[in-house]
C-alpha cells in the first residue's frame, strides 16, 4: 500500500500515473443551426473523481493550490480552512502519505516549488530533512507524495530520529532563500494510552487526496460473575 511505502533512504516525493491532475479546455460556442465562432473558454485542471459535477469540479489551477506563496494551503486534505495551518492528530506507529499537484504544469512562470520540508520538534532539538520534488514534463508525474505518518518521517530522518518527538511539521518551499510555499502541516503527538490494536483506514477524499483516520475504540469484551445470596443478622 502506499500509505505505507518505507522512506528509508528516500530522497524524492513519490509520484503516481494514476491520480494525476489534467488540463482541459472548456470552449463556449453558439448554434443556431450551425456552430458560431467561439464566444469564450476558460482552462480548468481537475483530478478524475475527486469532485462531482454538483460540487463544482474543483480546479487546481485555483490559487491556494498553486503554492505561490506562504498562505497556500497546498496539501490536498480536507481538513483545515484556506489561510489555515492543518492540524492533526498520530500516534508513533501510524503511517500515512500526504499530496499536492506539482503547480509548474500549470503556471506560465516557474513557482519554484521544489521539496517537502519536514521540522521534528523532539527533547534534544529541532531536526529537519526534505523530499525532493521530481521536475517532470510528463502529465502523469505531476501528482507528488511525501510521507505523512511519524513512523515514516522517522525512516526519513534515520539516525537524527530519537523518539521523543512533540510536534512535526510539514510545508513546501523553494530552494532559494529558502522561503515557504504553503501553510504548516502539523502532527501533534497523540498520548493517549492505547490498550488495544488500532485500525487505520485510507481512502480518497474529495479534493484527490487521502483521508487518514485511526480508529482506537477498545474491543468488546464479555465477562460472567455469580454470586450467592447470604443471610445476616443486623442489630
Known sequence: MVHG?????????????????????????????????EQDSEDICLI?????????????KERFFLMLNATAKAFLTDRGERGEDIEMHMAPEDQG???????????????????????????????????SVAESVF????????????????????????????????????TATPVARSKKLIIHRDCRPIKHDPVQLTWANTVGGVGLPTLRRARTQDSEHRGKEVPEDIG
Open 97 to 131: 502519505i500526504v499530496a499536492i499537484v506539482n503547480p509548474d504544469k500549470f503556471l506560465t512562470s516557474d513557482s519554484d516549488v521544489n521539496k517537502f520540508h519536514y521540522s521534528v520538534y523532539q527533547t534534544g532539538g529541532t531536526v529537519t530533512d526534505e523530499l
Open 139 to 174: 502529465a502523469n508525474q505531476n501528482y507528488l507524495m511525501g510521507c505523512l505518518g511519524p513512523s515514516q518521517v522517522a525512516q526519513l530522518l534515520g539516525s537524527s530520529w530519537d523518539g521523543t518527538w512533540t510536534k512535526i511539521e510539514i510545508e513546501m518551499r523553494r
Open 5 to 37: 511505502h518505507d522512506f528509508t533512504g528516500d530522497t524524492a516525493s513519490l509520484t503516481s500515473s494514476d491520480r494525476v491532475a489534467r488540463e482541459y479546455r472548456l470552449r463556449l460556442f453558439n448554434y443556431t443551426g450551425s456552430k458560431s465562432v
Open 48 to 60: 478524475p473523481g475527486a469532485r462531482q459535477i454538483s460540487e463544482g469540479l474543483l480546479s487546481y
